[in-house]
T-cell receptor
Framework: GENVEQHPSTLSVQEGDSAVIKCTYSDSASNYFPWYKQELGKRPQLIIDIRSNVGEKKDQRIAVTLNKTAKHFSLHITETQPEDSAVYFCAAPPRGGTSYGKLTFGQGTILTVHP | DAGITQSPRHKVTETGTPVTLRCHQTENHRYMYWYRQDPGHGLRLIHYSYGVKDTDKGEVSDGYSVSRSKTEDFLLTLESATSSQTSVYFC??????????FGPGTRLTVT
């Protein structure tokens, strides 16, 4: 997307390790940051999101943190399992376009969890 | 999966022919979106709708048009298909929460 940068593009970890994916955005007015998981041949699935009024949100083994000052947000997966292997996308409202629910997506991170 | 279907799920067509993809939702969500997904580009917004008969362009709208005559249906038309439009097309819906939910996708091949 024009204003969402995602890193790394690939990430390989051992089962049980943690994985962290980071995204940066450019519009300080952005206020909604979702993460999607896409398994091979499937649709993207919303796994967690965070809004700009909080700094962290957790859901079992996944968490998202938001640093509004630095304009970045990260996905943290703990105790990774082989079924966590997928492509993960971050997203944020496009520059100047927080209306109509539009999102700009990062280019994706291929996460591989080795047993 | 959030009551979203897409048809057809797969299509092969020839260069220069018109193609229409359909997205149908049963959630009564106001907003609908069409994305294309290509390797190395993630998901890119083609067009979106914010109500019946209310549509606007996304970042990659050239060669595409859309229509929304009912809340539940959002159609994407490729006026004259080109090989560069070979892609996987996803429809998504959302409401005031901004959470977007995706349809199963349509794999389009233009030969």
């Amino acid at each position: 997307g024009e204003n969402v940068e995602q890193h790394p593009s690939t990430l390989s970890v051992q089962e049980g390790d943690s994985a962290v994916i980071k995204c940066t955005y450019s519009d300080s007015a952005s206020n909604y940051f979702p993460w999607y998981k896409q398994e091979l041949g499937k649709r993207p699935q919303l796994i967690i999101d965070i809004r700009s009024n909080v700094g962290e949100k957790k859901d079992q083994r996944i968490a998202v943190t938001l640093n509004k000052t630095a304009k970045h947000f990260s996905l943290h997966i703990t105790e990774t399992q082989p079924e966590d292997s997928a492509v993960y996308f971050c997203a944020a409202p496009p520059r100047g376009g927080t209306s109509y629910g539009k999102l700009t997506f990062g280019q994706g991170t291929i996460l591989t969890v080795h047993p | 999966d959030a009551g979203i279907t897409q048809s057809p799920r797969h299509k092969v067509t020839e260069t220069g022919t018109p193609v229409t993809l359909r997205c149908h939702q049963t959630e009564n969500h106001r907003y609908m979106y069409w994305y294309r997904q290509d390797p190395g580009h993630g998901l890119r917004l083609i067009h979106y709708s914010y109500g019946v008969k209310d549509t606007d362009k996304g970042e990659v709208s050239d060669g595409y048009s859309v229509s929304r005559s009912k809340t539940e249906d959002f159609l994407l038309t490729l006026e004259s298909a080109t090989s560069s439009q070979t892609s996987v097309y996803f429809c998504a819906i959302s409401d005031q929460t901004r959470e977007q939910y995706f349809g199963p996708g349509t794999r389009l091949t233009v030969t």
